[in-house]
């Protein structure tokens, strides 16, 4: 199974040591480069800087140029997708593309120093992008001289926090990136630790399964192949299967799924996360979803969204491009129902005019016709990004297709 993980932390704090060792300790660095850091390590002797994994094996991913530099790969019982991020405006750009949807979350504390603002505001993202699996990574042990005291206050520290977002049942693991304690080997330094380490906390965490909910098809694009209309698309949720009646949102054109492609040949059926080609019979335009006849797609005009601004102001009445799926849509800013901290989700007004830079709020969006799903129910078509002249501004996520 593979699971994507995002790990964040407070600047510091130890989070791309901490990749660089799930990168050593899975031994998934790229052929050649485990030798050349093992060498490095002998001439080092003592202490080595495990975030020089994570420098070494982007640049080699910026090599390649065919990969994605923010997705790494490690392994435990399960395939981990990492998606790494420097600050919370990245953190939510990357959260919001379609190759890295979340769904566990790694929180980075140090030992040395607790709860500081980027773990705040990172525990707010984390629960307001709908990332309800955390595991909390308290780090630099090895500063603390491994004492359980210091585990145990920071730890208490950022579950009080998780706790008040409305985390619950947060596992909590003392670990040292830079020496290996915990994070793949149990450590002989923390006795009085009798809990699992953190790659078995990960292999544990069992992510919602999608392919039981109704069946949602995004409309990438449209070829024709032998004189063949395929539609190209990606499952989101639920089974995509061959003879399945289909009505397309919001143009209203209904289907029949003939054959469904998945290089190099022909399959009966396609899942949640499954990109495939299908013969509708028809053209589909990028940006419809799809759904079966008796749990169709229901395009709105009007939603209510949870956003985080990313740069500049917002004010009723502004107008923003909307993207959703694969849709792109114009947008306007009918009301400001609360104005949120996004450091500590508490409500700081009501019916506001405007909010600021980094502040979140929930809104009510009047739209052209398009198709957005609770991000409660389904994840993938809940999450939607701002954007005005080009740039992306601001992130959110669906709480109501209704408002």
Same mark, same amino acid.
């Given at each position: 199974?593979?699971? @994507?993980?995002?790990?964040?932390?407070?600047?510091?704090?130890?989070?791309?040591?901490?990749?660089?060792?799930?990168?050593? $300790?899975?031994?998934?660095?790229? =052929? !050649?480069?485990? /030798?050349?850091?093992?060498?490095l390590?002998?001439?080092?002797?003592?202490?080595?800087?495990?975030?020089?994994?994570?420098?070494?094996?982007? =640049?080699?991913?910026?090599?390649?140029? *065919?990969?994605?530099?923010?997705?790494?790969?490690?392994?435990?019982?399960?395939?981990?997708?990492?998606?790494?991020? &420097?600050?919370?405006?990245?953190?939510?750009?990357?959260?919001?593309?379609g190759?890295?949807?979340?769904?566990?979350?790694?929180?980075?504390?140090?030992?040395?120093?607790?709860?500081?603002?980027?773990?705040?505001?990172?525990?707010?993202?984390?629960?307001?992008?709908?990332?309800?699996?955390?595991?909390?990574?308290?780090?630099?042990?090895?500063?603390? $001289?491994?004492?359980?005291?210091?585990?145990?206050?920071?730890?208490?520290? *950022?579950?009080?926090?998780?706790?008040?977002?409305?985390?619950r049942?947060?596992?909590?693991?003392?670990?040292?990136?830079?020496?290996?304690?915990?994070?793949?080997?149990?450590?002989?330094?923390?006795?009085?630790?009798?809990? +699992?380490?953190l790659? =078995?906390?990960? $292999?544990?965490?069992?992510?919602?399964?999608? *392919?039981e909910?109704?069946?949602?098809?995004?409309?990438?694009?449209?070829?024709?192949?032998?004189?063949?209309?395929?539609?190209?698309?990606?499952?989101?949720?639920?089974?995509?299967?061959? !003879?399945?009646?289909?009505?397309?949102?919001?143009?209203?054109?209904?289907?029949?799924?003939?054959?469904?492609?998945?290089? +190099?040949?022909?399959?009966?059926?396609?899942?949640?996360? $499954?990109?495939?080609?299908?013969?509708?019979?028809?053209?589909?335009?990028?940006?419809?979803?799809? !759904?079966?006849?008796?749990?169709?797609?229901? &395009?709105?005009d009007?939603?209510?969204?949870?956003?985080?601004?990313?740069?500049? #102001?917002?004010?009723?009445?502004?107008?923003?491009?909307?993207?959703?799926g694969?849709?792109?849509?114009?947008? *306007?800013?009918?009301?400001?129902?609360?104005?949120?901290?996004?450091?500590?989700?508490?409500?700081?007004?009501?019916?506001?005019?405007?909010?600021?830079?980094?502040? /979140?709020?929930?809104?009510?969006?009047?739209?052209?016709?398009?198709?957005?799903?609770?991000?409660?129910?389904?994840?993938?078509?809940?999450?939607f990004?701002?954007?005005? #002249?080009?740039? @992306?501004?601001?992130? !959110?996520?669906?709480?109501?297709?209704?408002?």
């Amino acid at each position: 199974m593979n699971v @994507n993980v995002v790990i964040v932390g407070h600047i510091d704090h130890g989070k791309s040591t901490l990749i660089g060792r799930l990168l050593y $300790d899975s031994e998934t660095l790229p =052929e !050649g480069r485990m /030798a050349e850091v093992q060498k490095l390590i002998e001439e080092y002797k003592k202490r080595f800087e495990f975030a020089y994994f994570l420098d070494s094996y982007e =640049e080699e991913l910026k090599e390649e140029r *065919t990969i994605d530099t923010t997705r790494i790969l490690f392994k435990g019982k399960n395939y981990y997708t990492v998606v790494d991020v &420097p600050g919370h405006r990245q953190f939510i750009k990357n959260m919001l593309s379609g190759a890295s949807h979340a769904q566990v979350g790694i929180l980075v504390v140090s030992a040395p120093n607790g709860v500081e603002e980027q773990t705040k505001r990172h525990s707010f993202l984390l629960h307001m992008l709908g990332i309800r699996q955390i595991v909390v990574a308290v780090n630099k042990m090895d500063l603390m $001289d491994y004492a359980e005291d210091a585990f145990k206050k920071v730890s208490r520290d *950022t579950l009080q926090l998780l706790s008040s977002l409305g985390y619950r049942d947060v596992r909590s693991v003392p670990v040292s990136a830079l020496e290996g304690d915990n994070v793949y080997k149990r450590s002989q330094k923390m006795e009085w630790y009798q809990g +699992p380490t953190l790659i =078995e906390v990960l $292999d544990e965490i069992q992510p919602e399964e999608v *392919t039981e909910k109704h069946l949602r098809f995004v409309v990438q694009d449209n070829y024709t192949v032998d004189s063949q209309k395929v539609v190209v698309g990606r499952v989101e949720s639920g089974r995509l299967r061959r !003879g399945d009646r289909m009505v397309f949102q919001p143009s209203g054109v209904t289907a029949t799924i003939g054959s469904i492609m998945v290089f +190099p040949g022909e399959v009966n059926e396609a899942g949640a996360g $499954d990109a495939v080609g299908v013969l509708a019979g028809a053209e589909l335009p990028r940006g419809n979803v799809g !759904g079966h006849l008796d749990s169709p797609p229901i &395009p709105t005009d009007v939603f209510l969204g949870e956003v985080v601004l990313l740069e500049g #102001s917002l004010k009723q009445g502004d107008e923003y491009e909307i993207k959703c799926g694969t849709r792109r849509t114009k947008g *306007t800013v009918k009301q400001i129902r609360e104005r949120i901290s996004s450091e500590t989700g508490e409500v700081l007004g009501h019916n506001v005019d405007a909010i600021g830079e980094n502040e /979140a709020a929930t809104i009510v969006f009047a739209t052209e016709p398009l198709v957005v799903e609770k991000f409660s129910e389904i994840p993938e078509l809940g999450r939607f990004v701002l954007v005005r #002249s080009g740039k @992306n501004v601001g992130a !959110g996520v669906v709480l109501d297709t209704h408002a």
